[in-house]
């Protein structure tokens, strides 16, 4: 079932795309050349190796079918002047080229006019080298090819040329050089590269001449870091079909003109800090409007209604004043994607509508202040996503909205409300449905689609059991039910599912025992079942669970013994079974890599006994890596389409993480009865950010070692046994921000400097013998006098510290844009605009593809 929607959603993409149909006018000149035809083709074919494909061209690679026993102008993607037989086009796009010595074919194909080379991994070619390979190029296309390094301006000589893509080469640098530009021009895309610098007036922003030039087609400017208002006057644009500006800084109001272009088809200015009002559109050639993520206020132009062949606009993230109604939207019997999210919305018709956006697919009204379900929606029998998100309506979902698109919704999103009731989730291949943090009451709805893969009813007062029909919904891998009253056993057959990979069933009133027979092979990843009344034994099927990454049992009444047998579970990051009976010694590992990707361990509020298990703290490899931030960054577990949330006590304060950073890293093992010395070992684990021991029988000294975990933010000790000094060593915990050495024996000074002149005498009350700021006590002669650090400590730990620190990490594009990767992004963030961004990426590839056909087309014809 799963596949099917993919697929649902990538014809709606591509319909999507397809609709905009871009006509490019390219008049390539085919004047003669003179290279030597073949012989420097075959060289350079054998100059290439094939790398691993990036595109989805089927016809790669191209130079497979070079036939050397024919003439070089019958090869694909080679193209010849018919008369004199010379190569003047070359297209490589797409062929899963790598390109290692490309300077030799530079030196021979001097008089080419066309080179195409989409994606071809020229990561080992120097970029000057292309940029001046003849005054007669006029079509250069090098999109996603891996090009690095800097373009020197004197060698960036292409006076000739009309076609320039460098798109997505996000290592190239280079400024832009400053001849004119202008003459030639038609096609320019710099976008996703690290040029730089000022644009040259011929075609700089914003002189206006680049507004002005009579023949430009398509202009994208998107993500740079370009500033200012856009230019007041425009002369000429009669032919300019796309205009993409988003991403950037641009600001002010939008210029009249912008709103007269004759033959504009897609504007896309998202993400910038335009200002002021809409204008009135006074051309009907628009199909896709998207101004998101600015500051516009004012009305929806009532103009709007005009613009017959719209099929996509996305105005969200603005502060607009929209009134939705009939006499605006009557017309746009071509809409298919409607996005007024952080907007205000409210509606005007009455109810008796027919007919209304026949076309719509996807309607977003995400916190937009409307406190009701809009009608119109009653005739939109295509509909894939609504989403009515964190709105103001209230009350029941009304039964008619089960009738919309009954077969085709596939996404809907009525979290944040306040709705009372929903009896059924009627819609037949419904593949997600989030009706989180909203007042519903009643029993489990009832699921009648196997196509359901994503369902939140968080935070709602839904009661009764969880019925075994859920299990009906075979698709599912994503069941958040927290925060309810729901009862009763928790349905066996959810743990024999194999497509689960997040079951968060915490705060609810479950009881009787966990089910015991978790499927072999199973896909979960986050068993959440914190806060129930659950009891009896730990399921030893869990190890069948080898993908669980987060498992979280705490606050229940499980008795059983600690669940050493889940040490195998190579992902297991989260180990949480606080306040329940577990109980007895927790003994040594019985694997060679036990438990070794946790870092959550929180053991608190049990029986257990024994000594601190020191042969796990050996082991504990993430726990140890104080490198792991710095690969990882500010990332955060989970996935795109569900963040990972869970309850911890933080320094000191019992709190739930809405999102867990990788770097988290804690142990818990406080009220219980551990007995004996702290280990030294423990100073190993230096990507700890807290350690609580507190409320057990530890006794002797507290080791120096502590001193190593410079990443320690809580360290709590507290009501155990502790006896003689705190170690000089703590200084260097330069993190930490709470301590609690209370109700212990500790004696001697307190340590001083750093963060202890910061802790009060609350971090030491009940330790009598200690003597000191911040504790009233003096020390006298005897106390006072105490070795300073050990030099050769305090070494090891800058070591440690040298370098330390957060590096962004900057996540590349590949070559070309993968398109699953791209759909996974579509699916999960219908967010905007990062997935329009990508669309329009994707959009590009597709539009110059056909370009480059067409290009051809007319080349063949004039031959
Ligand atoms: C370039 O062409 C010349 C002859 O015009 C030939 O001698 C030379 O080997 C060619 N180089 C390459 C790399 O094909
Ligand atoms: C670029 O072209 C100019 C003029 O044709 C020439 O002087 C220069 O050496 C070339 N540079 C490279 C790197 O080929
Ligand atoms: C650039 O070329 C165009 C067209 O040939 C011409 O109209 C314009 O004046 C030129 N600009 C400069 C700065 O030379
Ligand atoms: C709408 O699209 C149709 C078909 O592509 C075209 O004939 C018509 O001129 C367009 N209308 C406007 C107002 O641009
Ligand atoms: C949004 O517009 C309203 C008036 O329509 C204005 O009062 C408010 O300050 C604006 N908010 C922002 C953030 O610009
Ligand atoms: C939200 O809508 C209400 C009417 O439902 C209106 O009174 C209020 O001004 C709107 N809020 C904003 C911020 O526009
Ligand atoms: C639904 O909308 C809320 C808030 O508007 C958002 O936080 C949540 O991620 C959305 N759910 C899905 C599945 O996209
Ligand atoms: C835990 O289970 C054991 C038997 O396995 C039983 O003796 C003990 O009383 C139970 N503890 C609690 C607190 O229920
Ligand atoms: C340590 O654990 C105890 C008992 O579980 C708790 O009360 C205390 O707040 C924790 N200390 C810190 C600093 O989190
Ligand atoms: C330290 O721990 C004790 C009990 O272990 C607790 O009473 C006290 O509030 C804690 N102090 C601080 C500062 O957290
Ligand atoms: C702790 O410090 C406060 C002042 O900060 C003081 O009033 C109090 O008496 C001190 N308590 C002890 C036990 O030293």
Redesign the pocket.
Known sequence: MESFTWKYLVFYLLTLLLHSQVSFPSSFSSSLSSIPPCFALLQFNKSFSISASHCDDINYPKTASWDESKDCCSWDGVECDKITGHVISLDLSCSSLYAPVWKRLVDNLTQLKELLLDSVDMSSVRPSSVMNLSSSMTTLSLPFCQLQGEIEDNNFHLPGIQILILQGNKDLRGYFPKYNWTSSLKFLDFSSTSFSGELPDSIGLLPSSLFSMPKLSHLDLHENQLVGPLPNRVSGLLDLNSLFLQNNLLNGTLPSWLFTLPSLVKLIMADNQFIGEIDEFKSNSLQIIVMGDNKLHGPLPRSISRLVNLTYLDLSLNNLSIMLELELFSKLINLQDLDFSYNNVSFNFNNNITNILPMLQSLSL??SNISEFPTFLRTTPNLLIL?L??NKICGQVPIWLGDVARDSLSFL?L??NFLTSIDEIPWKNIF?V?LHDNLLQGPFPALRAPSLA?L?ISQNNFIGEIPSLTCKASSLEVLDLSHNKFSGMIPKCLVHSVSLSVLDLRMNNFHGTIPTAFAKRNKLRNLNLNGNQLEGLLPRSLVNCRDLEILDVGNNRINDTFPYWLEGLPNLQVLVIRSNRFHGHIGNPTTKFPFSSLRILDLSNNEFSGLLPRKYFEYLKTMMDADQGREVGLTYMGEA?YQDSIMVTMKGMYIELERILIVFTTIDLSNNTFRGEMPKIIGKLKSLKGLNFSHNNLTGYITPSLGNLTNLEWLDLSSNKLIGEIPMSLVDLTSLAILNLSQNQLTGPIPSGRQFNTFTNDSYTGNLGLCGYPVSRTCNNHEAKRPPPSTLQHKDILGLENGFGWKAVSIGYGCGVIFGMFMGYLV?K??KPKWLVRMVELEQHIMLRRLKKNAHRRHGRRN
């Open positions: 995400r916190s989403d998100s964190d999103n979290s944040h997600s989030d994503y939140w389409y999960f219908i967010g």
